[in-house]
């Protein structure tokens, strides 16, 4: 099972950007598909991106298509969401995690600390 840590989140203006980072341990990284994850105060968990094993087949939810890409490099056992414009509804705590390949919402693993973005108005 991969190991994950989040981290990169803080407090930023809207519009302004942030880069997340979740590295895995292991050296099994690359036979999973990946995913972010966010669960803002008071409400459900939710999808918000994910890429094949190989990183060439990301998806994202509507909410977040076209402002956040995310990427992977496999030889650093790293996954990245990079985050631009972004909004206050996008405060949430990130969370990474191994998602079920031809079902990117899925989640697979169990859930770590997560990392805090808050952007203010």
């Known amino acids: 099972q991969v190991q994950l840590g989040e981290s990169g989140g803080g407090l930023v203006q809207a519009g302004g950007s942030l880069r997340l980072s979740c590295a895995a341990s292991?050296?099994?990284?690359?036979?999973?598909?990946m995913g972010w994850f966010r669960q803002a105060p008071g409400k459900e968990r939710e999808f918000v991106a994910a890429n094949s094993r190989s990183g060439t087949s990301p998806y994202y939810s509507d909410s977040v298509k076209g402002r956040f890409t995310i990427s992977r490099d496999n030889a650093k056992n790293t996954l990245y969401l990079q985050m631009n414009s972004l909004k206050p509804e996008d405060t949430a705590v990130y969370y990474c995690?191994?998602?079920?390949?031809?079902?990117?919402?899925?989640?697979?693993?169990?859930w770590g600390q997560g990392t805090q973005v808050t952007v203010s108005s």
């Open positions: 292991g050296r099994t990284f690359n036979l999973y598909a």
């Open positions: 995690n191994t998602v079920q390949d031809g079902d990117y919402v899925r989640p697979l693993g169990s």
